[in-house]
């Protein structure tokens, strides 16, 4: 039993795969008031905390917060079907966590290592109770914490005013980052060494409390996984759900004005209908400076925010999965389309449409639309004949992984490894059993969503059907589970590593990168390419600038030709000369 101060007394349950192998569970903890009735669409409430009286049953999971079965998308569903089923409980009342910690031995002096975990799901859906911890804390002893959060309409509606202004979902987990400081000691947890570890839009979320100022200090250390604050999509303005609230006005019945006559109408509505209304929408953290009289979560673009130093600075352990995002593309399936029809012409097609899909969907400003999709064809396209149809598929999913991921997170370890001890990683390693990865093509590697295999030790305890897990994926998994929590217990990931593995930290000197396959090697100049986090990072911007100032024919056509040929000497200089300097 845990008496939590000024909350109550919980029991929890032991948890085992085999009789010796035993964890505590604490599960269904309340970590805000719920967020229900007037509450809905209002930061989260923790003075006072939900209490009780007695001895409250903790060894059940709460429901997940609201979100529609349908919101799983190609990128997720062939992993979540891998590890739990995308069906379950949901309520608007979900604001709770899940407490798992060792069980017998003698904890260290100063209390165990805490790692926090942010599950992915875009903000739209996830299931904390989908993430069993058991083999990472039995394992590597350390406490982990799961928990639930507001999601789509529910955690990220804004009136574009005071009344409601967003960014609920983050707030929530501000919350239960608090809840995590002020108890975890009750647990044998160490509050002065607790890492915030997120996956996608979990991700995404650790780097907006790394620049909140109310998170600062909850957290000791981060683990940013296969997306960041810094990834193209990953903020939004309010203004670009514009229309959102007359269609609810329209919808429900409400009045528009005043706003608290229209939230009040809001939040009598039945939480379900508006959930599935709103399923649509692409809900994401909200740039709010201005929309309230409170402090901002967020007041402006991320980078803008990291440029001037402004954010907390912790050690951090980030990396992305070879092929990021390619299950999202249908295109991308041989059995959608056959090897026959991928060629060259088909690269360049894919490649011209999603930058125009870009531009049409931000509402840009850009003018010479053909002057940046040269920019991104010269340095994409194949400089010698691609030989098979996978050939072309890899460069469109080298393509789709540097540009929304991996530039975005070359750039993050480049802003901290000036302050804090930073470790970059690439996933490289495919499963080697065959059941885990008969649900993607044979010629997808690493997508998204599957280095978390290694990561949360699933082959210790996700059966697969008509197949046992090959050992070589166990050994990977506790090599993997190893380093992170060596990241989380010392800010070094080969911290008394019993593993003949070198990972040297990330600097700007040295750019060293981890690269994850069966050989585990570091990223060397002469075998890793680092041009595309150069060329999106650095280039890009400067093709966008200049696309965006040319709004007439001729200077559109006079700026295409010289920017085309500052962009072939650019590469030049950055390519070739360096080559060439020592024969000088």
């Not at 960014?167 to 890492?195: E, H, P, T």
């Not at 249908?330 to 690269?347: A, K, Q, R, T, W």
């Amino acid at each position: 039993m845990v008496t939590l101060v000024n909350q109550g007394t919980i029991i929890g349950k032991e948890v085992s795969m085999i009789r010796t192998q035993r964890v505590l569970a604490y599960l269904g903890i309340p970590y805000a008031q719920p967020p229900v009735e007037k509450l809905r669409f209002a930061p989260p409430v923790t003075d006072p905390l939900p209490s009780w009286e007695g001895i409250r049953n903790a060894t059940e999971y709460a429901p997940a917060c609201l979100q529609e079965e349908t919101a799983f998308g190609a990128l997720d569903l062939p992993f979540i079907q891998l590890i739990s089923e995308p069906r379950y409980e949901v309520n608007e009342d979900c604001l709770y966590l899940n407490v798992f910690t060792p069980f017998g031995g003698h904890p260290p002096p100063e209390g165990y290592a805490t790692i926090v975990w942010i599950h992915p799901g875009n903000f739209t859906t996830g299931n904390p109770a989908m993430w069993n911890p058991y083999t990472i804390v039995y394992r590597q002893r350390v406490i982990v914490v799961t928990f639930a959060y507001r999601l789509n309409v529910m955690g990220f509606f804004t009136s574009n005013d005071g009344e409601a202004p967003g960014n609920y979902g983050i707030m929530d987990q501000n919350a239960a980052l608090m809840w995590v400081r002020n108890n975890i000691k009750l647990f044998n947890g160490n509050s002065n060494n607790v890492c915030l570890m997120g996956y996608g839009s979990g991700a995404v979320s650790v780097g907006l409390h790394m620049i909140n100022p109310q998170s600062r200090g909850l957290f000791a250390k981060a683990i940013v996984m296969s997306a960041n604050i810094f990834n193209p999509s990953a903020v939004k303005y309010p203004h670009e759900d514009q229309g959102l609230i007359e269609t609810l006005i329209t919808n429900f019945g409400c009045y528009p004005k005043p706003t608290s006559e229209l939230m009040v109408c809001l939040r009598s509505v039945k939480a379900e209908a508006l959930v599935s209304y709103t399923s649509h929408i692409d809900w994401r953290p909200l740039i709010d400076y201005g929309l309230s009289n409170n402090t901002p979560f967020l007041s402006e673009l991320p980078r803008n925010i990291f440029e001037r130093g402004d954010f907390y600075k912790v050690p951090i352990l980030t990396g992305y999965t070879n092929m990021e995002e390619v299950l999202a593309y249908d295109i991308l399936n041989p059995e959608s389309f056959p090897d026959d029809e991928i060629n060259e012409e088909f690269v360049s097609q894919f490649l011209k449409e999603i930058i125009n899909n870009e531009f049409s969907s931000n509402n840009s400003q850009v003018c010479n639309y053909d002057h940046v999709i040269d920019s991104v064809l010269f340095f994409y396209n194949p400089s010698t004949p691609t030989t098979n149809a996978n050939q072309a598929r890899k460069v469109i999913a080298d393509f789709i992984t540097e540009k929304n991921i991996g530039a975005s997170t070359y750039l993050l370890a480049n802003y901290i490894d000036k302050d804090q001890p930073t470790y970059m990683y690439r996933f490289d390693m495919k499963p080697n059993t065959q059941a885990a990865t008969a649900i993607f093509p044979e010629w997808v590697e690493v997508p998204h969503l599957f280095d978390l295999i290694y990561v949360w030790g699933i082959p210790y305890w996700v059966p697969l059907p008509e197949q046992e897990w090959d050992i070589r994926d166990k050994r990977t998994s506790d090599i993997i589970m190893s380093f992170w929590t060596a990241f989380a217990k010392s800010s070094n990931p080969t911290e008394n590593n019993i593993y003949p593995i070198r990972w040297d930290a990330f600097t700007r000197q040295h750019p060293a990168i981890l690269i994850i396959d069966k050989n585990f090697t570091m990223s060397d100049i002469t075998t890793f390419n680092y041009k595309p986090f150069q060329f999106w990072n650095d280039y890009y911007p400067k093709v966008i600038n200049v696309a965006s100032r040319c709004c007439n024919e001729t200077d559109i056509a006079s700026s295409h030709r010289l920017d085309k040929y500052y962009f072939a000497f650019s590469l030049l200089a950055t390519t070739l000369l360096p080559s060439l300097l020592p024969l000088l």
